[in-house]
Structures are given as C-alpha cells and as structure tokens.
C-alpha cells in the first residue's frame, strides 16, 4: 500500500472519547514498554491477519511501541487485546452482543485487564480495528495521502463498553480515491463496485471483503448485448415508435417477453455459478436520456404499466421471476434493480421479494437536496413509497457534476443533509457517485471523508467533521480553508438555480464574487501552508477557481496577458497529481491544457 502518515498537532484534533467517569486506567504502552499482546483466533483468516497488522502498525506509529501478534492457541498467559472471535470474549457473552449488531456492527468491551475488539461478522472484525483507534485514540484515516496518528508516550484506557450497528449495510462511495483498499477498510466503506468500475477484479487478493453487487449496474446490456442478440430476437428489445431499439443508453428490454426472461434467468444462474463471491447479482433496465428512455411500448409491457402504475412494474415482475430462480439454486444471494428517472414510481400491485434490493437513482436538487422545494417533491414521494413497498432499499446518490470534475460543487451541505435523511428514513444502502475516472476532482478527499464517516455514524455533525478533516490536512492553513467551505454553503443556500442530477455549466451557477474572494482566502491559506504537502492541497482546492478564470476569462476577469502564466500554475498542479480527467468520458485533462495553451500561449 503506497500512502504516507502524516502527523498533525494534537491540538488541532478533537480529544479522543473516553466515556464514563474516570477510573482506574489499564496501560496498554508506558515507559516504552508493552506487557500487552494482540491476540487473534487459530486458524487465522487473511482479514484477521490484516487487522491485526494494522493495528500493530498505527500502535507502534503512535508509541513506538510494537506489539506482538499470537493465535490464540499459541498465545501466553496475560493481558491481550483481543482482536475477534476468541475463547474469552466467549466467556465473557461479548461475542453474543457484537453478533447482534450485524455483519458490520463493531464491539469495543474491557473484560478485567483484556480489551475486547469484536465485529458482527468478518468485516466488523477489521472495522473495530479503526473504531477503536479513531474514537478513542485520536487517529484519522483522512485520505490515501494523510493519516494522522497522534504520538503518546503512555497509552492508557478507562473500562471501555461501546457498540456500533452502522444503519446502512452498504456504504460506498464511487470515486477514483476508492480505488485504495486500504483506505476504503480504514474509512468502514464496504462497498466493492469501484474495483470493478477500474477494471480490477474480485477475489485477487483483497484483504477485506465488501457488498458487491455484479455486474455493474446498469446490466441489461450485458446480459442481452444488442449487437449479439437484436438480429436474432428483436422482439426481446423495446418497441417504441413501432421499431425494436437496441441502444445501451435510450434503449430498453421488452420485460414482458417470456423467451427473454428465460434467457436473462440463465444468464444470472450461470453468473452466480462463476461468482459465488458475489452475494448480489444485479438485473437493472439500460441508462436513459432524461425524458426519452426507449421504454418498450409493446402491448403487453404496456398492460402491466396500465395494471401497475408504474413503467417500473414490469421491470419488477422480471427481477422477482429471476430472484425465485436463483433463491432455489443459491440460497442467501439478492438480486438488486435499480428505479431510475422513468421508473421511479412504486408498482401499486407487485411488491419486491424479500431477497429483491431496489436501488433508487436519486431524482433531486444538487444544491439544495431532497428537501428542495422545486425538485425533491418527486424523490421523496418515492422513498417514502418504496421504503413502504421493500424490506431492501438502496440510494444511488450522485455527489458530482459530470460535465465538470474540477468546478466549484457547493453541495456539501446537502450532501450532509441527504445522508442523515436516508438514515432517518430507514434506507439500508447507500452509493455516493463521486468522480470515478481520475484523481484531482473538486474536493474530492473531503467529499470522501465526510459521506464515509456520515454512512458510517448519521448522528454526527457533519460541520465537526469538516473541521476535523480540515485540521489534519491542511495543517496551519486549516482556518482559511473553513472560511472558504463556509463562503461555499452560503453560496449554496442562497443560490436560486436548482439542477437535477447529471450536471450543469458551472459559469452559469457560480458568481465572479465568489471567485475572487476565493481565491483571496485561499491564498492566504497557501502562505501559511508549511510543507509541499500542505501546499499542494491549498493548491488543489485553487484549482477548480483557476479553472474557471482559464474556461471563461471574460465572465472571470482574466486578461489575456495575466493568462499564461496562470495556465502554467495550473498545469503544474493537473500534472503533479496525476490528473486525467476533467468531465466525464474519455481522458481529456491533455486536450484542456493544449486548447488552453492556443489560447493564452505560455
């Protein structure tokens, strides 16, 4: 794993949560020294082996003091912390209380001198790794590039009791950052789609396993790829207009056609067969152009619409035909569909199978969020509706403008505010789309951080969150990049566009005031920044400012004798973090420079 650790001022963090009135503490590291031990179950399992690596990593990094590592069958008398499954945290009834909290959920006990870290299953097992270090030692897994790990000379604990259940079973966020293991286990994302998006497949080493869902939605084009299959059966894709379509994007399946239903239910049991690592399987309809989506018009999908309400209903009726199939050969496995811009209504007569996940695409504002009162009236009625209709329902939440990865994205707020709100409502799965095709994306390392730690804990304050992130990564600069997010959520509530999902022309939403005094603040953030490090990412969240001023000079005030020599600063910091994307598709960062080299030479 290539990250570095980055040490930031105790002062500048939170103090770790010791909760409970103070008593008598156990030392787990004095005077350099350790009568401690980590202590892990026989045989030990790769994830438990890598958990317990870690632990004795971050330790040895905050002490200096390396900690031995022992199955438990061949470990010694004394006091140990016990990482998983073990024969004491049996005897003690711990391990009935962490099986409890789920896959995912995680238990941190004290038992007389030993402390106990426990997870629900096999993932909570490596997670409780972090919890502990994060919640009570003051560490934080800021990014692939920053972790701070606060130096103590005396480790000691109070009696410790604190459990966690997170409340959404899947947490991912789809970014080129998630293309780090490491940190996506460090972060408690269980996500496994970002791999799979970057080409990387599943079971080739992973140390700790996630909710994937193959293959990637949306799948209806792998599974009757029209290149293949049109010529041969048009009438298993859409009838719209009175032609059979086959177009990946504005084109749909004929769900109704019993031969296609068969074919599809063939093609997910011999998927399953192939990948029984995979523990969901998804049947979803092909990407659609807003307010054209080549749903089939033939008459008898059209009867089921009649009779559900919904374009979505014959859609469900196919995925509950395929989950029946699979539940008698694969047991234990789901099948996820996705309700998405045409199909985002509830069928008022079939209700999703217990082993049937439905993933809503959200359908709201970017800016102001689902409690938009232009544009989130739509997407809460559905959650409402499908959380009533599912025991299984997921959120596809698009975090990023995909015309524009680099351009200001005042959507923390409401990022924040979807989050606690998917909480409440009792969704039990949640994908954040970031960018997926490049480092460098506007606040990218932040925006990861943040929705990592809200689908993790929805009861934070995602301001102390921010301010936490802040301090360790930005270091002395940390209090004018605060004063620059600040000016962002203003600009964000009182903005008046409202801009549904997919993207928006950032010179149209973002005022020059707020270009300007932007830049103002964050260069007086970039003088006090104190390393190359630091200055680097002051520099990074300039950028997407001087993008603009470089897109649209006359909108931005930027001369063209003053232009050259910002495009030179910009080109530094694009080539030095490795950025290749600028909007979604192919890479374009090279084509951007070379056009903006023709306009202001340099």
């Known amino acids: 794993m290539h990250h570095a650790l980055a040490i930031a001022l105790a002062a500048l963090l939170p103090p770790p949560q010791e909760p409970g009135p103070a008593r008598a503490a156990h030392a787990i590291v004095e005077h350099g020294r350790s009568a401690y031990r ?40 004394g006091p140990a912390i016990l990482l998983g499954p073990s024969a004491r945290a049996r005897a003690s009834g711990a391990m009935d209380r962490a ?34 270090l994060e919640r009570f030692l003051g560490c934080r897994f800021l990014a692939s590039d920053c972790v701070v790990v606060p130096k103590r000379e005396r480790i000691a604990l109070p009696p410790l009791d604190h459990a966690n259940a997170p409340p959404f079973v899947y947490r991912e966020v789809l970014s080129f950052l998630s293309g780090d293991g490491v940190l996506v286990a460090r972060q408690r994302l269980n996500g496994g789609n970002t791999n799979q998006c970057l080409g990387r497949p599943h079971g080739t080493g992973e140390k700790v396993g ?11 084009e792998t599974m009757v790829p029209a290149g293949i299959w049109l010529p041969e059966h048009p009438e298993w894709f859409g009838l719209v207009g009175g032609k059979r379509h086959g177009a990946s994007i504005g084109g749909q399946l004929c769900y109704a056609n019993p031969e296609l239903l068969a074919h599809c239910t063939k093609w997910v049991l011999d998927w399953c067969a192939a990948h029984p690592e995979i523990p969901c399987i998804d049947v979803s309809q092909n990407d659609a152009y807003p307010g054209s989506s080549g749903a089939c018009e033939c008459e008898a999908c059209m009867a089921i619409v009649r009779e559900e309400g919904s374009q979505h209903g014959p859609i469900l009726r196919f995925a509950n035909a395929i989950a029946t199939a699979v539940a008698e050969r694969f047991p234990g496995k789901t099948i996820e569909t996705i309700a998405y811009q045409h199909t985002l209504a509830t069928p008022k007569v079939t209700k999703p199978r217990d082993d049937v996940i439905v993933r809503l695409c959200q359908h709201a504002c970017y800016f102001h969020g689902i409690d938009c009162p232009s544009l989130g009236a739509e997407f809460r009625e559905a959650l409402a509706q499908w959380r009533r209709s599912a025991k299984n329902v997921f959120v596809w939440h698009y975090g990023v403008n995909f015309w524009s990865y680099l351009a200001p994205n005042p959507n923390l707020g409401a990022l924040a505010a979807d989050l606690k709100r998917y909480a409440r409502d009792g969704i039990n799965g ?10 460098g994306g506007e606040l990218a390392e932040l925006r990861q951080y943040l929705c990592a730690q809200l689908l993790w804990d929805p009861s934070r304050d995602p301001l102390a969150i921010r301010q936490d992130f802040c301090a360790g990564y930005y270091g002395p600069a940390a209090d004018d990049v ?18 549904p999902m997919n993207g928006w022309d950032p010179a149209a939403v973002t005022p020059p005031d707020f270009v300007t005094a932007g830049l103002d603040t ?3 953030a970039l003088e006090k920044a104190s390393d190359p490090g630091h200055r680097n990412r002051v520099e990074k969240l300039m950028l997407p400012l001087w993008y603009l001023r470089l897109q649209w000079p006359d909108r931005y005030g930027l001369s063209k004798s003053d232009g050259a020599a910002l495009l030179a600063r910009f080109r530094r910091v694009v080539e030095a973090n490795a950025i290749t994307t600028i909007s979604e598709g192919p890479p374009n960062a090279a084509g951007f420079l070379a056009q903006m080299q023709a306009q202001f030479g340099g």
Do not use: K, N
């Not at 789920?102 to 972090?130: A, I, N, P, T």
């Not at 193959?214 to 209806?220: D, I, R």
């Not at 605060?482 to 801009?499: G, S």
């Open 38 to 77: 980590i202590v892990i179950p026989a045989p030990a399992t790769p994830p438990m082996e890598f958990a317990a690596a870690e632990l004795r990593a971050l330790l040895a990094e905050m002490s200096g003091v390396e900690l031995p590592i022992a199955t438990e069958d061949l470990a010694p008398d």
């Open 210 to 220: 996630g909710f994937v869902i193959g293959p990637f939605c949306p799948s209806a």
């Open 430 to 439: 949640v994908m954040v789309q970031c960018d997926l095709q490049s480092p």
């Open 522 to 524: 964050l260069g007086r």
């Open 482 to 499: 605060l004063e620059f997010l600040a000016a962002m959520d203003r600009w964000a509530v009182a903005m008046p566009q409202h801009i």
């Open 99 to 132: 099986r409890e909290l789920g896959e995912d959920g995680v238990l941190v006990r004290s038992v007389g001198e030993d402390l106990l870290l426990l997870g629900g299953g096999e993932r909570g097992s490596v997670y409780v790794v972090y919890e502990f």
